[in-house]
């Protein structure tokens, strides 16, 4: 009897250590999965534990399902970590198929690329201004709306979240490493969302190691590209890839001729100043070769298309940037096809492969 008894509570520990290094077994989406993190948090900020226990939170919940209605969407469903964190499709599928109004835009470096994450999102509240038309400019509060979005997550009623997360077991624990305490609020978990996609930085591509004083990084032609796109082109008009520390994160708005009639207003929605209509945030250009297809409503499949809208498409809209005009006028830039293939040449040295393959940015849920 007491060998039973002995083998039993051999049995229970093992059992017990198996459960506190994979969590507990979450259902998502109708598949068995378990939840794997390392027994002590990744780093993603240097200065202080808490940030990297929030963080962890923070990644357990981007890829969770059971933060949407309906359990089958998360947000990293759409932002998609081999795709720059973007999405391949033009328009996103939200809950139950629903399509989303504009394309997923790419979140990395969307951080102050500082050593701690309450400095920068908690107390500041001055951060670059965020979605296509900016109307959020701090990233913890910008954390629920996709959840809420009746399109996107479709969870209209964000209260309910906290009590719907304690029901599933594995962030009881989660919550207490990174609080102290076994409490979950909206607020920490928008927290939690923040810090994590803070940490998401993109700072070791060749691009940064020509910057940097290595220049045999870029072969000829991807310099005659990065020529082009400064000199010939003044493409850092809006993307100011020759400003120090360039992290691709940029507060400017522009209207670049995509549409004479406007069919999104943009900007103008949100601050109702009709110059402001059919303008639109400038993208990063971090891993651009990753994040096709491009604008806010992904009409462009790829670069190539991109630059052929800029070599004779541009339209003359209402409010079209000055940097795009000649004698009042679209410009017609005329990009031969030598100058195009130089200037998607410059554009690939932007590509950040550690991000996309990072660990500490992967889904941490596996199947069984």
């Known amino acids: 009897m007491k060998k039973y008894v002995l ?10 250590i198996y459960s506190c290094q994979k969590k507990a077994a979450p259902t998502v989406s109708g598949t068995t999965m378990y939840l794997d993190l390392p027994a002590t948090p990744d780093v993603y900020y240097a200065s202080i534990d808490k940030d990297n226990y929030e963080a962890t939170v923070g990644r357990v919940l981007f ?25 391949n499709v033009s328009l996103s599928v939200g809950f139950e198929g629903k399509v989303t109004k504009r394309n ?6 969307i951080g102050n690329n500082v050593a701690d994450f309450e400095s920068q999102f908690v107390t500041n509240t001055n951060n670059s201004m965020l979605f296509w038309d900016g109307r959020e400019n701090n990233l913890v509060n910008m954390m629920l709306r996709p959840l ?66 290595n220049t045999t990084a ?19 008009n809006c993307h100011h890839v020759t400003t120090g520390g360039y992290n691709g994160v940029i507060t400017d708005f522009k ?23 059919g303008t639109f945030k ?10 096709a297809p491009y604008m806010h409503d992904g009409r462009f499949a790829t670069l190539s298309d991109v630059l ?30 030598q100058e195009k293939q130089a200037l998607i040449a410059f554009l690939n040295t932007f590509t950040d492969y550690t991000t996309t393959v990072d660990p500490k940015f992967s889904n941490p849920f596996k199947l069984k």
């Open 308 to 337: 052929d809208h800029y070599s004779h498409g541009i339209k003359p809209s209402q409010n079209l940037d000055d940097n795009l005009k000649t004698n009042k006028q679209p410009m017609q830039m005329n990009i031969s096809d």
């Open 148 to 213: 809420s979005n009746h399109v996107e997550m479709g969870l209209e009623d964000v209260s309910v979240l906290p009590k719907k997360l304690a029901g599933l077991g594995y962030y009881t624990k989660l919550f207490a490493q990174a609080y102290g305490d076994t409490s979950i609020t909206t607020e920490r978990i928008s927290e939690c969302l923040a810090a994590f996609t803070a940490s998401i930085g993109t700072q070791q591509s060749r691009f940064d190691q020509y910057t940097q004083g």
């Open 7 to 16: 083998l039993f509570s051999m049995f229970l520990v093992v059992l017990f």
């Open 63 to 87: 890829y969770d399902t059971h933060l949407s209605i309906n359990n089958a969407i998360a947000c990293g469903s759409c932002h998609k970590q081999a795709l720059g964190f973007a999405d």
């Open 282 to 291: 400038v993208p990063s250009l971090r891993n651009v070769a990753l994040t």
């Open 255 to 277: 209207d670049i001729g995509l549409d004479q009639n406007y069919k999104d207003m943009g900007r103008g929605t949100i601050t109702g100043l009709n110059t402001d209509n």
């Open 218 to 236: 870029f072969t000829a032609q991807e310099q005659a590209g990065m020529n082009l796109f400064v000199n010939k082109y003044n493409c850092t």
């Open 104 to 109: 997923t835009p790419a979140i990395q470096n």
